[in-house]
């Protein structure tokens, strides 16, 4: 059987940065749930896209209400409006 290493003690800047990656865990677990809720919307918006394409009118409706900047409504589905979706 072989002898385990004995454990080295880090020096005081490589244990500031091997300890900084639990300063990391607040931002990545935030990402995640924003990710989350990213995807949730994506999914959303591509099902009215695709019902919008297939002729359904509330969410033809929906698609043209999202993409409308001010008083620029578009009144069909386009190459730009699909764009911008």
Known sequence: MSNPKPLTKLSPLAGLIFFSRWLQ???YLG???AQCVYVFHFWV???DLI???MGNQSALQHILEAVSAGG???TKLNETTIMLV
């Open 25 to 27: 865990l607040p931002l």
């Open 31 to 33: 990402l995640i749930l």
């Open 45 to 47: 918006e591509l099902i």
């Open 51 to 53: 019902g919008a394409a």
């Open 72 to 74: 620029n409504h578009p």
